[in-house]
């Protein structure tokens, strides 16, 4: 009930101005109040949240809209399907899976492809979801390691001469792939992982004619 409802009932006040129906939770009952047409649509918004709330995790705005536009277009089935998709558990128990739609196809291409482009604006998961798809491969041994590899590409900024070994300078690049590795298995195991070359990380211009049997390989901002 309380991840259904949200922090200060926020997801039942983002549902009932999405369909003008009244959602009220007394205890573990949920009632809801309005014209039909908007008790279908509510009633089918909290459906099609089931998988999430039910696991007690907490429900976001990109949840909410996902599924109304599931809703919307017909593609209901195939949003339940997307709550099913769980692909790993973070370090503090959170599901981490695919949240849209265009995600969820992501997803797939990645497992069905051995290559996959991913085209989109910053912040819709593109690495994230690449490294928690490669940390599962790993954890099912469908691979030996992974390759993170990044361009050393300035975005404007003058970083000067960076001080360190090859992989120190390619750190601040890396950043992203970092951040999704941590979140994944913190910070020691990816220490380890790296110390044992199970996880390897490797500026784009230092890969050329080397053979890459049985990896996982990740190219980040690809475009540069």
């Not at 926020?10 to 039909?36: D, I």
């Not at 290559?115 to 910053?122: F, H, K, N, S, V």
Request: charged share 25%.
């Amino acid at each position: 009930a309380m991840a259904l409802a949200g922090e200060a009932e926020a997801t039942l006040h983002r549902l009932e101005a999405l369909t003008g129906a009244s959602l009220v939770l007394r205890g573990l009952s949920l009632h809801l109040r309005g014209r039909a047409s908007q008790l279908e649509r509510a009633s089918g918004l909290v459906e099609l949240l089931r998988p999430l709330w039910q696991e007690g995790q907490s429900i976001t705005q990109v949840d909410v809209q996902t599924a109304l536009t599931a809703l919307d277009t017909g593609r209901g089935e195939e949003h339940q399907q997307l709550g099913r998709q769980v692909l790993a558990r973070s370090q503090a128990g959170k599901l981490l899976r695919p949240r849209t739609l265009k995600q969820k196809a992501y997803v797939e291409a990645i497992e069905r492809h051995d290559l996959t482009l991913a085209l989109g604006p910053a912040g819709t998961g593109k690495t994230f979801l690449a490294v928690v798809l490669a940390m599962d491969y790993l954890k099912r041994q469908l691979v030996d390691r992974i390759v993170l590899v990044r361009p050393a590409v300035e975005a404007g900024e003058q970083l000067g001469f960076l001080p360190g070994d090859l992989s120190q300078k390619i750190d601040p690049y890396l950043r992203p792939l970092y951040d999704a590795l941590y979140e994944m298995l913190g910070f020691e195991t990816v220490s380890k992982y790296i110390e044992r070359h199970i996880i390897e990380v490797a500026p784009l211009a230092f890969m050329r004619g080397r053979t890459l049997n049985n990896s996982f390989i990740i190219l980040d901002e690809a475009q540069n």
